[in-house]
């Protein structure tokens, strides 16, 4: 079994930064890729950032230059520096893993239960 955790959203002011972690565990064989996600209230979920086996990464327009996607490989875990936080920023973050897990073959796609994110004065 594997399971994938998030933490470290809350509550920040207009301006300010957080930093969001993502965990695997369990039976892992091989990275793929991990990648945040993030669903505002009314809006379909939408891709923050992500970073693959080979460190290459990706971002949204929306949070270039602003937001930073870095990976501890030893711990299995996946971080999200936000910095220069706006309200549009607002939602609820998820993580999603594509892993090899012992005995399956191929990938399997895992998501976190989410973490909020608010901004707000």
């Known amino acids: 079994q594997v399971q994938v955790v998030e933490s470290g959203g809350g509550l920040v002011q207009p301006g300010g930064s957080l930093r969001l972690s993502c965990a695997a565990s369990g039976s892992i064989s091989r990275f793929y890729a991990m990648a945040w996600y993030r669903q505002a209230p009314g809006k379909q979920r939408e891709l923050v950032a992500g970073i693959f086996s080979d460190g290459t990464t990706n971002y949204a327009d929306s949070v270039k230059d602003r937001f930073t996607i870095s990976r501890d490989n030893a711990k299995n875990t996946v971080y999200l520096q936000m910095n220069s936080l706006k309200p549009e920023d607002t939602a609820v973050y998820y993580c999603?893993?594509?892993?090899?897990?012992?005995?399956?073959?191929?990938?399997?796609?895992?998501w976190g239960q989410g973490t909020q994110v608010t901004v707000s004065s």
């Open positions: 999603n893993a594509e892993l090899g897990v012992l005995g399956v073959v191929g990938r399997v796609g895992y």
